[in-house]
């Protein structure tokens, strides 16, 4: 059973940064992302990273963010830079026991999800 457990969440003002963390254990986690999800909207997709070193990112947040991982601390990271008040929202960090393959931002596609870390921003 994989665990995956977020931090790093917190109050910044826009501009600002943050780095989110995820600590993960368990079987072999094949491709691994963060999702957010704000107030009465929909769980939607950020970034993921393959097991093969490939990543990924939603077009909201190309440029800006930089999604990592550490094999040696097995630790997903998401470093988040030029924030905007559009990325508040609860972030979650999710793993899978399959490739990314081309179904890496389907949420449905996971099957281990962290209890969330919430990022908000201020204008």
């Known amino acids: 059973q994989v665990q995956l457990v977020e931090s790093g969440g917190g109050s910044v003002q826009a501009g600002g940064s943050l780095r989110l963390s995820c600590a993960a254990s368990?079987?072999?986690?094949?491709?691994m992302g963060w999702f957010r999800q704000a107030p009465g909207k929909e769980r939607d997709w950020v970034a993921s990273?393959?097991?093969?070193?490939?990543?990924y990112y939603a077009d909201s947040v190309k440029g800006r963010f930089t999604i990592s991982q550490d094999n040696a601390k097995n630790t997903l990271y998401l470093q988040m830079n030029s924030l905007k008040p559009e990325d508040t929202a609860m972030y979650y960090c999710?793993?899978?026991?399959?490739?990314?393959?081309?179904?890496?931002?389907?949420?449905?596609?996971?099957?281990?999800w962290g209890r969330g870390t919430q990022v908000t921003v201020s204008s």
């Open positions: 368990g079987p072999t986690r094949y491709c």
């Open positions: 999710a793993a899978r026991g399959t490739y990314c393959s081309v179904t890496y931002r389907e949420l449905g596609r996971y099957n281990y």
């Open positions: 990273f393959s097991i093969l070193g490939n990543t």
